[in-house]
């Protein structure tokens, strides 16, 4: 269906109607079947594991912000379907979303959730409060509940700076919908409990925001090195995890050669010690 | 029930119905600058906008009813993230529009009693200035394809011959900035107009993705102080 009216080339009167200014419920009423929830599978049938899975996604928040990064592995089932997915994104200037689970729903639920945000920025002309960007992102997952059901499971993990705060904060997702705000650090994918371990060890409250972007990177590192699932950083090929981070200055994604810097640093330094840094026994 | 009303009556009196209710309010303008495109409203509401982002590269401008054409801007909104989320975020162009605005004024023009009291710009900022497009709508779904300026709202004839006169290409922010205001102030004789006065948005296109900006009172008045060059 064309966005507008085929025979008279003007906006059809739902466009002028001025009830709600979220794009999901519009494009709910305008043109559902664009929105990725609502394409149910067959009852009874199951997706498999030839459907590419997004893996490993790690924040850690440091005082005057929060770090995300993802690695840059896709699999289906034992195979690597892609090596530089990237599932770390812009949601907007002082937000960011990534994604684990089933990948071509989750970068469609990102895309959507971009626009939702942009379009109550442009019409009610402020932005919204970051629970309430959590709260629609919690929906979003919901509408998605009857495919995670039938193995299309996706799971977005939030973070952003809180303006009125001043800090970084940082939401997880189950698939129901269920939302929960993360203290300090939080990993979600098939990789998240090897790299939770690692957080749980390498986190500190005063880190500054190159030093948590390491954290995360050895976490990654640390994700990949115990689950088949998440890769590692690519040295061969050049290709790094996606890292960025949202400050009182806005969303900001580390430059190929910063990232790539910090994980050779990683690897250089696992050629000595392969559990990687250790944390004092007391 | 009134006499028999020929079609050339009718649609003149829609149209003096409209022009004198556009005649009322203030005036706006919209030009051309060294980074993209200026906009410039007298008005001086913080909260009720002439001039809006529409997406990436577009803005929308305004003159008239403000529930008319906020409508519209609405719905401009929903148009332009609908065919940004279904096809790509290059694919929404002013051109598209533009179209769908005057198809739906002329439309509510011809068909309703009641026209809308509206003058809209719509604009897309270009690589440069050559690519950069201006669209002016009227009341009656007109479309001009327009270069270099635009002035519409009250007094536009005279702040528009003002700016025939002022207005020079590849100007600096401050300059086209001061032109604006000065062009602005020929509604009336006696008009000054403040900082704090005047809606002042750009679409920059030395920004990255989305190039919309509003600029803050004390940015404009930096500007208007700053010596011509």
Redesign the interface.
Known sequence: MA??DAH????PGL??S?DTSS?TE??GA??PE?LPGRRGLPAGVTAGEEIPHGTTIVAVSFPGGVVMAGDRRATAGNVIAQRDIEKVFRADEFSAIAIAGTAGLGIEMV??FQ?EL??YE??E?RTLSIEGKANRLATMVRQNLGLAMQGLAVVPLFAGFDEERSEGRIFSYDPAGGRYEEREFHSIGSGSVFARGSLKKLFRADLSAADAALVCVQALYDAADDDSATGGPDLARGIFPVVATVTAEGYRRLGEDEVGAVARAVVEERYDSPGGPTAPLR | MPFYVSPEQQMKDKADYARKGIARGRSVVVLQFADGILFVADNPSRALHKISEIYDRIAFAAVGKYNEFENLRLGGVRYADVNGYQYDRRDVTARGLANVYAQSLGTIFTETNKPYEVELVVAEVGEDADTDQIYRLTFDGSVADEHGYVAMGGQADAVAAALKDRYREGASLADALRTAVSSLEAQDADRRLEARSLEVAVLDRNREHRLFRRLPAARIEELLGEQAS
């Open positions: 966005s507008h008279t080339g003007r906006l466009f002028m001025p794009f519009f494009l305008y043109s664009l895309r959507l626009v942009e379009h442009k019409r002309g």
